[in-house]
C-alpha cells in the first residue's frame, strides 16, 4: 500500500515562529503536493513539485515555501507563521502521468497559531 | 484558471436512501474528473473517476455522471449506509496538467440509521 507520512498530526506555534511541516512518501512518486483544507473552501493547492529541486506555485502560496531535496520528501515551510494560517495541511504524492494519476493523501497536520 | 463549484455543503439522509451530489467546472479542456472521499480523521481518498470521453462510470452503489456540454457532473450514492458519512469532494482536472487537481468546497454527507 501507499503511504505518505506527514510527521506531525497537530502543532500549535505562535504568530511570528518558522513552521516546518514535514512529508514523505513511500511509493517513489515524482509529484508531491501540498493543500491547505478550510471548511467551505475544500482544498487549495499551495505548492506542488514534479520532480527534486523543482517547485512550482499553486493557487496560494503567499507566505509559504517548499522544499524538496529527495525524492521522498516534501516540506512546507512557513516562514514566519500567522493567525490566518491556523488551518489543516494535507500533503499528497502521485505517479507523474500527464493526464490523470490518482493523489494518495496523508493524515493531514493541523496547525495552530496563536 | 478552473474553478469547481459543489452543492450541497451538507446532506443529510436515511439509510437506504440515495444521495447525489453536484458539480460545475469552469474550464472545458478539463477532461478528468475524480471523486474523494475523506473520513473522520483521514485524509482524501479516491473513490470514483471518470474520464471526459465517458458520459456515466458505476461502481457498486456508487456512479458518476458528467455532462460535458453543461460543464457539470454529479456523484449518486444508492442504498446508503452509515458508513458512507464522509465529507466528499468533487475535482476537475485539465489535460496535461501534471495531476494539478482542482477540487470542489465539499459535501459533508450524513447517513442516519
Known amino acids: 500500500d501507499v503511504k505518505v507520512t506527514q510527521s506531525s498530526r497537530y502543532l500549535v506555534k505562535r504568530t511570528g515562529e518558522k513552521v516546518f511541516l514535514e512529508c514523505v512518501q513511500d511509493?517513489?512518486?515524482?509529484?508531491m503536493f501540498w493543500y491547505r483544507q478550510d471548511p467551505g473552501l475544500g482544498l487549495r493547492l499551495i505548492y506542488f513539485s514534479y520532480d527534486v529541486k523543482m517547485k512550482e506555485k499553486g493557487d496560494i502560496p503567499e507566505g509559504y515555501s517548499v522544499s524538496r531535496e529527495k525524492k521522498e520528501r516534501f516540506s512546507l515551510i512557513l516562514e514566519s507563521a500567522s493567525t490566518n494560517q491556523t488551518s489543516m495541511y494535507l500533503c499528497?504524492?502521485?505517479?507523474?502521468?500527464?493526464?490523470?494519476?490518482?493523489?494518495?493523501f496523508g493524515e493531514g497536520s493541523r496547525l495552530t497559531v496563536l | 484558471g478552473e474553478n469547481v463549484e459543489q452543492h450541497p455543503s451538507t446532506l443529510s439522509v436515511q439509510e437506504g436512501d440515495s444521495a447525489v451530489i453536484k458539480c460545475t467546472y469552469s474550464?472545458?479542456?478539463?477532461?478528468?474528473f475524480p471523486w474523494y472521499k475523506q473520513e473522520l480523521g483521514k485524509g482524501p481518498q479516491l473513490i470514483i473517476d471518470?474520464?471526459?470521453?465517458?458520459g456515466e462510470k458505476k461502481d457498486q452503489r456508487i456512479a458518476v455522471t458528467l455532462n460535458k456540454t453543461a460543464k457539470h457532473f454529479s456523484l449518486h450514492i444508492t442504498e446508503t449506509q452509515p458508513e458512507d458519512s464522509a465529507v466528499y469532494f468533487c475535482a476537475a482536472l485539465r489535460h496535461n496538467q501534471g495531476g494539478k487537481l482542482i477540487f470542489g468546497q465539499g459535501t459533508e454527507l450524513s447517513v442516519k440509521p
Open positions: 511509493m517513489d512518486h515524482e509529484n
Open positions: 471518470i474520464r471526459s470521453n465517458v
Open positions: 474550464d472545458s479542456a478539463s477532461n478528468y
Open positions: 499528497a504524492s502521485s505517479f507523474y502521468t500527464g493526464d490523470t494519476g490518482e493523489l494518495f
